[in-house]
């Protein structure tokens, strides 16, 4: 009230004819407006939410459904920009290629995907995989393999007539040195002469033991016999080790 | 990254929900990465190898798998030189001919399997992919079929995006080509 005061007394001060003129609103409204525009207005709120209900009947959408929306769209509208891309450079490069269906050819077995656990696998796994049919592969060397030492084992045991010693038991009890010391040192020199005798492996070709015969026999001829004699002394392990390795053969 | 990606390497880095993401990931890009294995190795049973050891080492290599790549370009790499790596082998086996003496390197796979069709299109599309380059095969595979954009395929195969161009150019006209004259 006080201020309503204040402000009559600022508006007589400064504008004196306004402060005369009647305050009443010249404009007519309708008679009972007032009174009737609360049932007025809830008619007109249920007649707008009758309308409402009829524009969205009672849907639903999935959970989430408007929160993803825009991410799938962007999704969408990518996807076809990359096809559009490809077919667009395709269709420059090898147009011929857009009438061919990308569908799969290859055969896979049915359910393939539904029952293949690649999570237990990995788990326990450490080692790559190798498929069965390769390890079978494999197999099938060994055995050739076998098959092959046996032939080779057999031909010697059963074709080395000149040798006196047909049993390996023998080799392994013979006395290398005390048996040299009864050969005479013309014998050692006409042995060690013949490029036939110095045969170390049973793996090397005719060829390779003539090349390595004649690699051998020319500095033999220029020793003398007590340095021939004491090679043979140093190396008769290493012949015992020849017959050895002949033994652990297939 | 994808969010949902993300989110799965999060819950990989847990123990407790580790087996879980793992097959999270595995249903979400197996048949993606077997297509692409198979396209290249041809023969399921070797597919399903390759693809065993690829997710053998994801499963050793996701925990240190780094964030600032997509996790799919990362499993098309590991993917990749799985395949590379088997064919390598086998080509020193002498198991198949990949070296195109004869002009059909891993062809003659395509031919042997029991569903093919000399008179579709699609198998001839197979043959004819096989005919080219490693290389040239890979990018193609990956453009034709994946439509992987170039910039992806790069961090794949680890070429710059020029050469990639030049080898699906090269590729799609070889195949056109071999397959209008088949």
């Not at chain 2, 048949?31 to 693809?51: C, Q």
């Not at chain 2, 990749?80 to 198949?96: A, I, P």
């Not at chain 2, 034709?144 to 790069?154: L, N």
Request: glycine residues 2%; proline residues 4%; negative net charge.
């Amino acid at each position: 009230m006080e201020q309503q005061t204040t402000i009559y007394h600022e508006i007589k001060d400064a504008y004196p004819v306004l402060a005369g003129a009647d305050k009443r609103m010249p404009y007519a409204i309708p008679q009972n407006y007032f009174q009737q525009i609360i049932p007025v207005m809830l008619q007109k709120i249920a007649t707008d939410n009758k309308v409402l209900s009829a524009s969205y009947p009672n849907y639903q959408v999935p959970d989430g459904y408007f929160e993803q929306f825009s991410a799938s769209v962007l999704s969408k509208i990518k996807e076809r920009e990359g096809e559009n891309e490809v077919s667009a450079e395709l269709s420059e490069v090898a147009p011929y290629l857009l009438k061919l269906s990308k569908e799969p050819v290859y055969y896979v077995p049915d359910g393939y995907f539904q029952q293949v656990n690649f999570t237990a696998f990995a788990k326990t796994t450490t080692a790559p995989v190798f498929a069965i049919h390769k390890l079978r592969k494999w197999t099938q060397y060994a055995a050739a393999a076998v098959v092959t030492g046996i032939l080779v084992f057999s031909a010697f045991m059963f074709t080395d007539n000149d040798n006196p010693y047909q049993s390996f038991e023998q080799y392994n009890q013979l006395d290398i040195p005390a048996a040299l010391q009864t050969v005479s040192d013309e014998s050692l020199e006409t042995y060690l002469s013949n490029p036939e005798h110095i045969s170390l492996s049973l793996t090397e070709t005719s060829a390779e033991m003539e090349e390595l015969a004649l690699d051998v026999n020319t500095p033999i001829q220029n020793l003398s016999d007590d340095e021939l004699t004491q090679y043979l002394n140093e190396n008769s392990e290493s012949q015992v080790s020849v017959v050895n390795e002949k033994n652990k053969l297939p | 990254m994808h969010a949902e990606d993300k989110e799965l390497l999060i819950q990989f880095q847990q123990p407790g929900t580790k087996e879980r993401a793992f097959t999270a990931i595995i249903k979400k890009y197996q048949e993606k990465l077997y297509w692409h294995v198979r396209r290249l190795v041809v023969v399921h049973d070797d597919a399903n190898d390759v693809l065993q050891n690829v997710f053998i080492k994801v499963w050793k290599g996701l925990e240190n798998f780094r964030e600032d790549s997509q996790l799919y370009t990362w499993l098309y790499r590991i993917a990749t030189n799985e395949c590379l790596s088997f064919l390598e082998q086998q080509k020193r086996r002498g198991t198949v001919s990949l070296d195109n003496d004869d002009g059909e390197g891993l062809g003659h796979q395509v031919k042997a399997d029991s569903h093919f069709d000399a008179n579709k299109l699609e198998w001839r599309l197979q043959v004819a992919i096989q005919q080219l380059p490693e290389k040239q095969r890979l990018v193609f595979n990956l453009r034709y079929f994946d439509e992987m954009p170039y910039q992806e395929m790069s961090k794949v195969l680890d070429t710059s995006e020029g050469a990639l161009k030049a080898s699906y150019h090269h590729a799609a006209k070889k195949i056109e080509e071999f397959i209008k004259n088949y």
